[in-house]
């Protein structure tokens, strides 16, 4: 027969180790916004796109932990806001390599824009080339 005063360090023990085990089989899954990075990562970028994707993760993630009490809820919304991100920094062959999917028109539009945004600071710069 088991005593008494043994059951509640066992008990506390079982749960001690079922949450570790837990933490530990979570932390072995990475979640959907990890597998974006990392398809987009492995792929063949320039620096530019490079830093301007890894600071896009980092932000995101700062948001994620800021806003950590609705984590699953709130994962799918930073996907989103991943992806619509990224599509800015990637071009159409990139993106689709990387998600499997063709980009939105919103996610075409925002490339264009930062292709317009780039265009821009480059005639700006021969500009003022131009006019010393």
Same mark, same amino acid.
């Given at each position: 027969?088991?005593?008494?005063?043994?059951? %509640?360090?066992? &008990?506390?023990?079982? %749960?001690?180790?079922?949450? *570790?085990?837990?933490? $530990? *089989?979570?932390?072995?899954?990475?979640? @959907? &916004?990890?597998?974006?990075?990392?398809?987009?990562? =492995?792929?063949?970028?320039?620096?530019?796109? =490079?830093?301007?994707?890894?600071?896009?993760?980092?932000?995101?993630?700062?948001?994620?932990?800021?806003?950590?009490?609705?984590?699953?809820?709130?994962?799918?919304?930073?996907?989103?806001?991943?992806? #619509?991100?990224?599509? $800015?920094? *990637?071009?159409? @062959?990139?993106?689709? !390599? %990387? /998600? $499997?999917?063709? !980009?939105?028109?919103?996610?075409? #539009?925002?490339?264009?824009? =930062?292709?317009?945004?780039?265009?821009?600071?480059? +005639? @700006?710069? #021969? /500009?003022? *080339? +131009?006019?010393?």
């Amino acid at each position: 027969m088991v005593r008494d005063s043994r059951v %509640a360090p066992c &008990l506390f023990l079982l %749960a001690l180790f079922i949450s *570790l085990l837990s933490m $530990g *089989l979570d932390a072995s899954h990475p979640s @959907q &916004l990890d597998e974006l990075f990392h398809n987009i990562d =492995r792929q063949d970028l320039d620096p530019q796109q =490079r830093i301007a994707i890894r600071a896009l993760r980092n932000r995101i993630r700062d948001e994620q932990f800021q806003m950590a009490t609705n984590f699953s809820t709130q994962s799918h919304q930073f996907v989103r806001e991943f992806l #619509l991100c990224a599509s $800015g920094v *990637l071009d159409d @062959q990139q993106f689709h !390599k %990387a /998600t $499997g999917t063709p !980009k939105n028109p919103q996610q075409q #539009l925002r490339y264009e824009l =930062r292709q317009l945004h780039a265009e821009i600071i480059r +005639l @700006q710069r #021969l /500009t003022r *080339l +131009l006019n010393r």
